[in-house]
């Protein structure tokens, strides 16, 4: 079965790093690319991050320009979201979505949930 | 940033009978390469987001025949003929206008 499975998600204080990651399994990993979309308790999705198949071509969030860095390794079928400086309001559980097409996210994980709180 | 905004907020449906979800977007969703980027999902409680609609109107590998999509431009619609028991919970839009991708606020199809 397809599947993409996200770990890394943890409780955190303020100002403090994560590194989430993204695995996948049963498919060519390396054609496709994906994004990391979070929703805070109780609301709705919010889009993250971006990478293309090749990794040449990253996005980002203006809330979270400058703090996340996404990257993945072919090698290993694995997508990371490296998270700094993290805030309160980044608080939220994360999804990694494998794309078929440029809006079409056609495989999501279960999520890893990220709490920053002092 | 492009701001979708999805109406009804809520809405109560009776198994059998058809459902509509509006998205209008804050500007046109046409992109360059002359596709629009408007996509639709559900997601159920405690589920991840599943993909029924893409491209405005294309449905997804699987997903019933009962869910349409249509629109253009700044306006677009989500239809189920006729509502089962599975539809129920969050529907969102999504658009891609590169690079930033924005989600509607949802909309809740509960009995």
């Known amino acids: 079965q397809l599947q993409v499975v996200e770990s890394g998600g943890g409780v955190v204080q303020p100002g403090t790093s994560l590194r989430l990651s993204c695995e996948a399994s049963?498919?060519?990993?390396?054609?496709?690319?994906f994004h990391w979309v979070r929703q805070a308790p109780g609301k709705g999705l919010q889009w993250v991050s971006f990478i293309s198949s090749d990794g040449n071509n990253k996005y980002y969030a203006d809330s979270v320009k400058g703090r996340f860095t996404i990257s993945r390794d072919n090698s290993k079928n694995k997508v990371d979201l490296q998270m700094n400086g993290l805030r309160t309001e980044d608080t939220a559980l994360y999804y990694c979505?494998?794309?078929?097409?440029?809006?079409?996210?056609?495989?999501w994980g279960q999520g890893t949930m990220v709490t920053v709180s002092s | 940033d492009i701001v979708l905004t999805q109406t009804p907020v809520s809405l109560s449906v009776t198994p059998g009978q058809p459902a509509s979800i509006s998205c209008k977007s804050s500007?046109?969703?046409?992109?360059?390469?002359?596709?629009?980027?408007l996509s639709w999902y559900l997601q159920r409680p405690g589920q991840p987001p599943q993909l029924l609609i893409y491209e405005v109107s294309n449905r997804f590998s699987g997903v019933p025949r009962r869910f349409s999509g249509s629109g253009s431009g700044t306006d677009f619609t989500l239809k189920i003929s006729r509502v089962e028991a599975e539809d129920f919970g969050l529907y969102y839009c999504?658009?891609?206008?590169?690079?930033?991708?924005?989600f509607g606020g949802g909309t809740k199809v509960d009995i």
């Open positions: 049963r498919f060519t990993f390396i054609s496709y690319g």
């Open positions: 979505a494998k794309i078929k097409g440029p809006d079409a996210f056609e495989l």
């Open positions: 999504m658009q891609y206008m590169q690079p930033a991708l924005t």
């Open positions: 500007q046109s969703l046409l992109h360059s390469d002359g596709k629009t980027y």
